[in-house]
């Protein structure tokens, strides 16, 4: 099996999977405490059990997308929703 | 599915293995055995469980009471007990905690005193840091295993975080092979056992995979999330709803809030509560009681139950005067169905939610979770070095070949060796010293079967002779405890001192038995050349 006709821009996708996806997935757990429409114990609870699947996903998704650029836009947009709407939390916008 | 979807699912299945392989069978492997550490191979390792029914009520509410009178005031607001059930300490352990320290630690300070269950004769006595009392209790060859499962001696956080990595590569194996493997069905009863070696490991890979798969997603799962949960999820969680503070997060998930101490004076009814516990739940067994503000008005006792009708393990709160409050999850009276799955994750992954079969079927299959990585680098490897253009050659496959073997069967071998010792410290070595074996044991035996790996010997001999060893060990431990103990399989009057003893020896037996049934088919395959030859 030719790995360079199996993946485009490997690399790049190895620092997706490996650090990106990390990173979004972290994020999103402070991130989604903030719209949860759940009381205080499930919006804290629901994230973390949802990491490992989070994880997950954004991993294999990394590696099977069409180009490496498509899962970049993808976490980085999800990434910095969820690191904004933390920091709107944080600066009181929210409880 | 497209074929150039499964070429890509194929790939990630094969570097996930190869990259993570052989630390995932360490994980596995010991996690297979950790099922079984407590309490079954913990009450076997210490004779002092062997002959114990159920500590009294009466007699660890009279040593409390006696032991508060001794120490400051401070260390009454808090006193943890835990009992002697093969889950905690092999001892009846009182500890007077002072969550603030006293004049002589700023940190969390404890007094603690230490009972033979047999006699109730004090062992030992400890007045320091409680930290450092936790981090030095009595080890053995069990815990040993189930600590190097959990963070590979590696401390926190870095061992959590590897192992909980390790979680999140397994639920990605998963998922990637149920996918590549799309003859689910033919693949399921494919077992080829007459054919080579390279078949066998073949067809048990799949066969493995696809029967287990929901448990090894589970183990992924679980494994990822009580590794990461306290080192980066729940901090993470913290970081907006309180403001980064995970203290704040841990106490709204407590289960035992701080008591104001009244300065009443009202016996707390200890002996009461214990007996009420156990007739409410009497399939179940009470592991460690929480004793806040004893002997005080407002005094709250807390009892730690495992087993009985529940999956995991509740918390009952009583008042001091010994009327019930509530049963509860060890994380507290919280309201929910998201408490209810995090509450399951842990018997999920541990599998001590229905008796021993379940253990033992939960051992099996988490052995098979440590077996499918290792048969998937084989497999890589004999690819590899097959067909017309091999990339591998014979040489770098016989150099795989023993790396592997030093490694995941060091391991095996060192881990071995652990059970033995234990028969051996128990009669030869005084209690206290104990701890300062395993370690240096367990590591110098798995780095030196690791380092035979560089010198350019058979593969298949070293196999055999670590299966022999291994094999060896494990076979020794019955004869030993026999020769040096007085607690062993035919007088103990302890069916699971007798089932655990002589399962080491069958293990042993079946060990070796797989040794040489590797080496005949090796014969085999190398015969039918001279056989030409000869004809």
């Not at chain 2, 929910?336 to 001590?352: D, R």
């Not at chain 2, 496959?397 to 060192?414: E, K, M, P, T």
């Not at chain 2, 071995?416 to 240096?440: D, E, K, S, T, W």
Request: proline share 4%.
């Amino acid at each position: 099996m030719n790995k360079k006709h199996t993946f485009t821009a490997t690399k790049r996708r190895h620092i997706l999977a490996c650090l990106l996806a990390l990173i979004t997935a972290v994020v999103m757990i402070p991130g989604m405490t903030t719209y949860l429409p759940f009381a205080m114990e499930e919006q804290i609870l629901i994230p973390i059990m949802l990491f490992p699947f989070i994880w997950t996903a954004l991993f294999i998704y990394a590696y099977m997308a069409k180009s490496a650029w498509q899962p970049f836009i993808v976490m980085l947009v999800i990434l910095l929703s969820h690191a904004g709407l933390s920091f709107m939390a944080l600066q009181g916008g929210q409880g | 599915m497209r074929s150039i979807s499964l070429k890509k699912l194929f790939l990630l299945h094969s570097w996930v293995g190869i990259v993570t392989g052989i630390l995932l069978f360490i994980v596995c492997f010991t996690g297979a055995l950790a099922v079984l550490s407590r309490p079954e191979l913990k009450i076997w390792a210490n004779p002092e469980l062997h002959q114990l029914d159920t500590v009294p009520s009466e007699k660890v509410m009279t040593l409390i009471n006696h032991y508060h009178q001794q120490v400051p005031k401070e260390f009454g607001k808090n006193i943890h007990v835990y009992l002697p059930t093969g889950h905690n300490t092999h001892l009846l352990t009182i500890l007077f905690e002072s969550h603030d320290g006293d004049e002589n630690y700023d940190e969390e300070a404890a007094y603690a005193y230490q009972f033979d269950p047999r006699n109730f004769s004090l062992v030992n006595q400890y007045y320091g840091a409680a930290d450092y009392f936790y981090e030095h209790r009595k080890t053995d060859a069990p815990s040993f295993i189930g600590h190097f499962h959990a963070d590979l001696h590696l401390g926190r956080p870095i061992g959590l975080i590897l192992t909980g990595f390790l979680g999140l590569t397994l639920l990605v194996s998963v998922v990637t092979g149920l996918f590549i493997h799309r003859q689910i069905i033919k693949e399921l009863f494919t077992f080829r056992r007459k054919k080579g070696l390279d078949v066998i490991v073949n067809d048990a890979h799949k066969v493995m995979g696809i029967w287990g798969s929901v448990f090894h997603a589970i183990i992924g799962f679980t494994g990822a999330f009580l590794g990461l949960a306290t080192v980066i999820l729940l901090p993470a969680a913290a970081f907006v709803s309180f403001g980064g503070d995970q203290d704040k997060l841990v106490e709204k998930f407590t289960a035992m809030p701080e008591t104001i101490v009244s300065n009443n004076y009202q016996a707390t009814a200890i002996d009461t509560i214990l007996l009420d516990a156990q007739t409410r739940y009497p399939k179940a067994k009470v592991i460690d009681l929480t004793v806040m503000a004893h002997n005080d008005a407002n005094a709250q006792v807390y009892l730690r139950l495992i087993g009985g009708d529940a999956v995991a393990s509740q918390l009952l709160q009583y008042s001091g005067d010994g009327k019930f409050s509530k049963s509860m999850s060890s994380f507290g009276d919280i309201p929910g169905p998201a408490i209810k799955v995090l509450e399951l994750l842990f018997p999920l992954h541990f599998g001590n939610f229905a008796g021993v079969f379940v253990k033992l079927v939960w051992a099996l299959l988490g052995l098979t979770t440590a077996l499918l990585p290792l048969s998937g680098i084989m497999m890589w490897l004999t690819k590899r070095t097959r067909g017309s253009n091999p990339t591998l050659s014979e040489v770098a496959y016989q150099r795989w070949n023993r790396v592997i073997i030093g490694s995941c069967g060091g391991l095996v071998l060192a881990t071995a060796i652990l059970f033995p010792l234990q028969v051996l410290l128990n009669n030869f070595i005084p209690v206290q010293l104990h701890n300062g074996y395993f370690g240096p044991l367990f590591f110098l035996s798995w780095l030196v079967w690791c380092l035979f790996a560089v010198l350019p010997i058979n593969y298949y001999r070293y196999l055999q002779v670590t299966l022999l060893i291994t094999g060896g060990s494990c076979m020794s431990v019955l004869p030993l405890n026999m020769l040096l103990s007085s607690s062993h399989a035919f007088s103990s009057n302890n069916t699971l001192v007798t089932v655990v003893d002589i399962s080491f020896l069958f293990i042993g037996g079946l060990i070796i038995y797989v040794s040489q049934r590797i080496m005949a088919k090796r014969q085999v395959l190398i015969k039918p050349t001279t056989q030409e030859v000869t004809i």
